[in-house]
């Protein structure tokens, strides 16, 4: 049996049972010592990248379970770092404070370049495959698209408040960026056309794209998350779930765009049908111990062979079966 087909197969098991209960962690590994201030998993699961106060920023092979770079800002007595993201091919990471950003090669350990932000606060980063392209979103409501490769720079002025979440496309051609506006804008890197315009009855926090160009998911603070069409724009579900209110702290689409995985700040951790909005199976991340309260915030997932790892603000990798 292929592992499509044996992931296939647990899905429908899952579907069967309806499952709602919370399963353990099968495996933790602890990457920061008294929990991290930003996480980021690359998509195969092969990397994880950790920002924390004892460790500056670590990049840890998790195949091999062990620490492979050490990394940290140029000038920082202190890690402020609270972004951190691996580039679609997982070839590179970048990383941001409020006010700067540094961009690392996986391969090598070396940074590849530190910049600069004196207009505003950074509220979120992205960047492209092989690292030519860096997209991020300010506090002062600009989106801000630079090929670091020729230096061109291309401003997004489409949001009229504070941005809160961005995403790019692989290639950097496309952008999804959402803010206190109470809208998502899906727009060419290019030309800064608008495709599509997306609005909520609250503020946008978090927004997602397909790696495979198929959907866009984007979720405000309240009570909507909806999973769109990325060619025509029309909507394809929206996440069905009880809670009066919920917040997402991370997503990742998974197995070709067919599935979802989201993190919230309140250690939960969720997989969903992407057609249907429907809840598959959810876990609840393990709190630092000795923490008060029992808290934290998912920072990232991937779903690899049928199991999920998270990285959380406790500083543990941890690793998800799938009911079977």
């Known amino acids: 049996m292929t592992k499509g087909a044996i992931f296939l197969s647990v899905i429908s098991a899952i579907l069967l049972t309806a499952c709602s209960g919370e399963q353990l962690s099968t495996s933790q590994v602890e990457h920061a010592v008294e929990g991290a201030y930003a996480a980021d998993i690359s998509a195969d699961g092969h990397y994880s990248v950790i920002s924390s106060i004892h460790h500056g920023i670590s990049l840890w092979d998790n195949k091999k379970n062990a620490l492979k770079y050490q990394w940290s800002h140029q000038g920082s007595e202190q890690n402020q770092v609270f972004l951190a993201r691996f580039s679609d091919d997982a070839s590179h990471v970048v990383t941001a404070s409020s006010d700067e950003f540094a961009i690392w090669d996986v391969a090598t350990g070396e940074a590849t370049g530190f910049y600069k932000i004196s207009e505003s606060n950074i509220r979120d980063i992205a960047i492209s495959a092989q690292a030519r392209y860096v997209l991020y979103g300010l506090a002062n409501g ?13 401003e997004f002025l489409g949001h009229s408040e504070k941005i809160n979440a961005v995403d790019m496309s692989a290639n ?10 109470y809208t998502a804008y899906f727009w060419d890197t290019r030309t800064a056309q608008v495709l599509h315009r997306f609005s909520h009855p609250s503020r946008v926090t978090m927004v997602k794209l397909e790696r495979e160009g198929k959907y ?7 009570k909507q998350a909806n999973i769109w069409d990325m060619r025509s724009g029309q909507p394809i579900s929206r996440l069905n779930y009880l809670a009066r209110q919920e917040i997402f702290s991370s997503v990742r689409f998974v197995e070709q765009g067919d599935y979802l995985l989201t993190g919230s700040p309140s250690r939960m951790l969720a997989l969903w049908d992407s057609k249907s909005g429907q809840q598959l199976q959810k876990w609840r991340v393990s709190p630092r111990k000795n923490s008060r309260p029992k ?9 690899v062979n049928g199991q999920v790892l998270s990285e959380s603000s406790a500083g543990l990798l941890e690793t998800w079966t799938l009911d079977n």
């Open 142 to 154: 600009k989106a801000v698209h630079i090929d670091l490769n020729t230096g061109r720079r291309l």
């Open 172 to 181: 950097g051609h496309y952008a999804l960026t959402g803010g206190n506006d």
């Open 216 to 222: 866009l998911f984007t979720a405000d603070n309240q």
């Open 295 to 303: 808290s934290a915030v998912v920072y990232s997932a991937t779903l």
